[in-house]
């Protein structure tokens, strides 16, 4: 639809702009990018960095969350308390809010995320002369 003729032949573009139409905007996701190393030692802190692509309409904010808690972010940057063993696994979400982004139907775009490795070191064995056993 061009607004005049009744024309329907339009699409969204990559741009995020209707071919032959100025009267609609059409809109797309921003796309989150997680910086930051998945794979931690336990006792050590885990820093990750939220970034985003610019979406129409344009980026409101990022927001990390670990384990699906909102974190407070220094600029676009996280960091955790020290990890443990029982972190193991848990996820770390980056997400790229906009207007479309923030509806409920929409909330699965403009995400990315990591799973914790964590290392540490093997407890609850004794070792003896002859065998290995469980404490």
């Known amino acids: 639809m061009d607004g005049t003729t009744g024309n329907t ?10 071919e032959n139409e100025n009267i ?11 910086i930051g190393n998945n794979t931690i030692c336990a006792g050590n802190f885990a820093t990750f960095q939220c970034t985003a692509s610019v979406g129409v309409p344009s980026l409101d904010r990022v ?11 220094v600029g676009n940057t996280w960091t955790s308390n020290p990890l443990s063993s029982s972190n193991n696994g848990d996820i770390v979400e980056c997400r790229a809010i906009n207007s479309y982004t923030a509806m409920q139907e929409y909330t699965n775009l403009g995400r990315d995320s990591k799973t914790l490795i964590i290392h540490y070191a093997a407890e609850g064995f004794a070792v003896n002369d002859v065998t290995t056993s469980h404490k």
């Open 9 to 18: 032949a339009t699409k969204c573009l990559a741009t995020a702009e209707w």
């Open 24 to 34: 609609v905007q059409c809109w797309s996701a921003p796309t989150a990018t997680l």
């Open 63 to 73: 927001e990390i969350y670990f384990n699906n808690q909102n974190q407070t972010l």
